[in-house]
């Protein structure tokens, strides 16, 4: 017996663990030039950043690089708008990604994971 089970707004549910690493912005490359925000949080499938004012609509693909502590952690990367929230909020989902950048950005995320699993075993340890 086959079936299939469909919710709504099922493409918009998170597909990765998402965290949030410190010193991790993302150069825009703008019609101004290149300009830097800090992103809010990070997976191997997207990420969010804030810039206002908003110059992005859903579906608009366009081009930068991460940065980590003001250093060229990944560069000429393509992202592709998915959500536009409140106060300025851009979600975006990585696209065309080379697999040693992939790689690199799994390494990253995981890490990330790592420490806060470390951190939440050592404060139930102090409890």
Same mark, same amino acid.
């Given at each position: 017996?086959? &079936? *299939?089970?469909? !919710?709504?707004?099922?493409?918009? $549910?998170?597909?990765?663990?998402?965290?949030?690493?410190?010193? /991790? @912005?993302?150069?825009?490359?703008?019609?101004?030039?290149?300009?830097?925000?800090?992103?809010?949080?990070?997976?191997?499938?997207?990420?969010?950043?804030?810039?206002?004012?908003?110059?992005?609509?859903?579906?608009?693909?366009?081009? &930068? *690089?991460?940065? !980590?502590?003001?250093?060229?952690? $990944?560069?000429?990367?393509?992202?592709?708008?998915?959500?536009? /929230? @409140?106060?300025?909020?851009?979600?975006?989902?990585?696209?065309?990604?080379?697999?040693?950048?992939?790689?690199?950005?799994?390494?990253?995320?995981?890490?990330?994971?790592?420490?806060?699993?470390?951190?939440?075993?050592?404060?139930?340890?102090?409890?």
């Amino acid at each position: 017996m086959e &079936f *299939d089970i469909k !919710l709504d707004g099922d493409d918009m $549910l998170r597909q990765a663990f998402r965290t949030r690493v410190p010193g /991790l @912005d993302v150069r825009v490359i703008t019609q101004n030039g290149p300009q830097d925000f800090s992103v809010r949080d990070i997976s191997a499938t997207g990420f969010a950043f804030s810039d206002k004012p908003r110059a992005y609509s859903l579906g608009m693909i366009f081009s &930068f *690089d991460l940065l !980590l502590n003001k250093r060229l952690f $990944l560069g000429d990367l393509k992202g592709k708008v998915i959500r536009l /929230l @409140d106060q300025g909020v851009i979600g975006c989902n990585f696209e065309a990604m080379e697999r040693r950048q992939e790689i690199k950005l799994d390494k990253l995320v995981l890490e990330v994971q790592k420490r806060l699993i470390e951190l939440r075993k050592a404060k139930q340890a102090a409890e």
